[in-house]
């Protein structure tokens, strides 16, 4: 997507989105996610964080924290993300988020946060007083990271649309009090993808923090354990392959089959009438399968090293636009700089 600047000069539209180190990335995260940038890069200037700062707002182990950062750039990058064409860095290494999360808390409001979903859900399971700030004020530094970079979209799954809205009504919120100063941005979600749902109850989305590994397909799951969590993977009454509403788990069988086969629902549907779960569910283990195999063995040829230096001359990159967005910003509000 490109858009004519005051000086005519064609400049290609921003994309950001940023995915948590903590737990097992799984289909979810790609079918939502990953997928879409892997598209969208060719088309937008892209920006995809890694987002360090979000994940400790729940404990993580440190050991852990510092091998999921880098794991989740190796799988950027082993899911088709071009370091030479999008630009990958941990938020952390770029201070002006934290900085201009700090500056969005004066604007934001606690009616604003109350109503988050993601925090609701998150919270649920703890004492009013024992939940993390942190987690409450989770929104406003993922706006944060939107923001700074004027960001015309963000592609990711349907769960993060009610946090775009947050950013984009910041945006409007400060743009109003002290000028143009952000770009409004839209959400960006992938069709069938937008939501794939827990294997184990599908009323619940995929999740990184669900209690069972039955919940989902690691993307680092081998065929084995694919082929069993397949298996295990809850049905719907009756035994005929069809995709409809009233058969929300069959529904989301045939959405991942579909996704990651490239084959239509009819043809899946026409594949399968006479037979019933067994083969189906076969053959979808085969082509989840299929699927992880190369991606898998890409992932394990990227090593550590490689994963640092691209993270690290990505920050290199992207320090100097977050700067000047921030000198903007502070020169608004009447800030020294
Ligand atoms: P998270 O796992 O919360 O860090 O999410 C990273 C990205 O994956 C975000 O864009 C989410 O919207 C997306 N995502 C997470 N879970 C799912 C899911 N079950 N279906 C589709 N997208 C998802
Ligand atoms: N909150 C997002 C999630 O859990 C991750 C995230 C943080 C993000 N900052 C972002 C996504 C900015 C898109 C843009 O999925």
Not at 135 to 164: E, K, N, S, W
Not at 209 to 217: C, F, L, Q, R, T
Not at 247 to 255: D, Q, V
Request: proline fraction near 3%.
């Amino acid at each position: 997507m490109k858009t004519i600047t005051e000086k005519n000069k064609v400049t290609m539209q921003r994309i950001f989105s940023g995915i948590q180190p903590s737990g097992n990335l799984h289909l979810g995260n790609y079918l939502g996610a990953i997928k879409q940038w892997e598209q969208l890069q060719y088309e937008y200037e892209s920006i995809f964080c890694i987002v360090d700062l979000h994940a400790i707002t729940v404990p993580q182990d440190p050991i852990e924290l510092r091998k999921k950062t880098l794991e989740v750039a190796k799988i950027y990058l082993a899911a088709g993300v071009n370091p030479d064409k999008a630009t990958l860095f941990v938020q952390s290494q770029v201070k002006e988020h934290t900085e201009l999360a700090w500056i969005l808390n004066t604007m934001a409001r606690l009616g604003d946060l109350e109503k988050m979903t993601q925090f609701k859900d998150k919270s649920a399971k703890s004492e009013k007083e024992t939940v993390g700030v942190g987690l409450f004020d989770y929104p406003v530094l993922m706006a944060a990271d939107i923001l700074l970079y004027d960001t015309a979209l963000v592609p990711v799954g349907q769960d993060q649309i009610q946090h775009i809205e947050l950013a984009r009504t910041l945006a409007k919120r400060f743009n109003a009090r002290f000028g143009e100063t952000f770009t409004v941005p839209q959400g960006k979600l992938s069709d069938e993808g937008a939501l794939i749902m827990g294997l184990d109850d599908p009323t619940k989305k995929m999740s990184k923090s669900a209690a069972s590994e039955y919940n989902y397909i690691s993307l680092t799951d081998e065929a084995e354990m694919v082929r069993k969590k397949i298996k295990k993977a809850v049905t719907d009454s009756g035994s005929e392959i069809v995709y409809s509403d009233d058969k929300p788990a069959l529904k989301n069988l045939i959405n991942i089959y579909t996704l990651l086969s490239g084959k239509t629902k009819e043809e899946i549907a026409k594949l399968y009438q006479g037979k019933g779960y067994g083969d189906f569910k076969n053959d979808l283990a085969e082509v989840i399968a299929n699927f992880l195999a190369p991606f898998q063995a890409r992932l394990k040829n990227i090593s550590d090293d490689e994963a640092l230096a691209i993270l690290h001359s990505g920050a290199e990159k992207i320090r100097p636009l977050a700067q000047k967005k921030m000198q903007a910003v502070k020169e608004r509000m009447g800030i020294l700089f």
